[in-house]
T-cell receptor, first 113, second 117 residues
């Protein structure tokens, strides 16, 4: 039973355009959401997170949007750069168990020069 | 942040053998976590390792199959025992570390790519 779903396995965008990566979750107990980025032969690295008390959080080119009623979040990257090409994992947790993350399967983003 | 060194980075093993993966952190941490990523699947938590006590295993993972050692606050090992091809995965060590603006978050080692023949 996949509690965090990233239904699109891959996404390709042109450099300079917006990348939108989507994520859905089923467990209503989740109240904290994270995005990790992974390059080949490296471990995942933390990118950005959002608490369920907010519906938007920004950090530079990266913005995460949370729609609690739809149990949906998305990561926007603007403008996309070739160095953003990586696998992006959506993850969720329950407050107080921030080290116990439930991950999605990941989306492979390719940014074309 | 936390710097995590994990080895080996990859290995090819025969069915029925065991492999021990090492994880070294550049600072003392209370808990260390072991994750697995099977091909095409998400990262799944195997167990949490506390120094001085037995590891806590998640549902579906048992100590006999994945024994863990935690001899001090900077080091842990995960052994994959009596391997079968289904154990072919990436195994990742992780710890909590501080991130600017976002507080404590999980940091990951570079992973061990295990292939079982």
């Amino acid at each position: 039973d996949q509690q965090v779903k990233q239904n699109s396995p891959s996404l390709s965008v042109q450099e300079g355009r917006i990348s939108i990566l989507n994520c859905d979750y089923t467990n209503s107990m989740f109240d904290y959401f994270l995005w990790y980025k992974k390059y080949p032969a490296e471990g995942p690295t933390f990118l950005i997170s959002i608490s369920s008390i907010k519906d938007k959080n920004e950090d530079g080119r990266f913005t995460v949007f949370l729609n609690k009623s739809a149990k949906h979040l998305s990561l926007h990257i603007v403008p996309s750069q070739p160095g953003d090409s990586a696998v992006y994992f959506c993850a969720a947790s329950v407050t107080g168990a921030n080290s116990k993350l439930t991950f999605g399967k990941g989306i492979t983003l390719s940014v074309r020069p | 942040s936390a710097v995590i060194s994990q080895k080996p980075s990859r290995d090819i093993c025969q069915r029925g053998t065991s492999l021990t993966i090492q994880c070294q952190v550049d600072s003392q941490v209370t808990m260390m976590f072991w994750y697995r990523q099977q091909p095409g699947q998400s990262l799944t938590l195997i167990a949490t390792a506390n120094q001085g006590s037995e590891a806590t295993y998640e549902s579906g993972f048992v100590i006999d199959k994945f024994p863990i050692s935690r001899p001090n606050l900077t080091f842990s090992t995960l052994t994959v025992s009596n391997m079968s091809p289904e154990d072919s995965s990436i195994y990742l060590c992780s710890v909590e570390g501080y991130t600017q603006g976002f507080g404590e978050k999980l940091f990951f080692g570079s992973g061990t790519q295990l292939s079982v023949l």
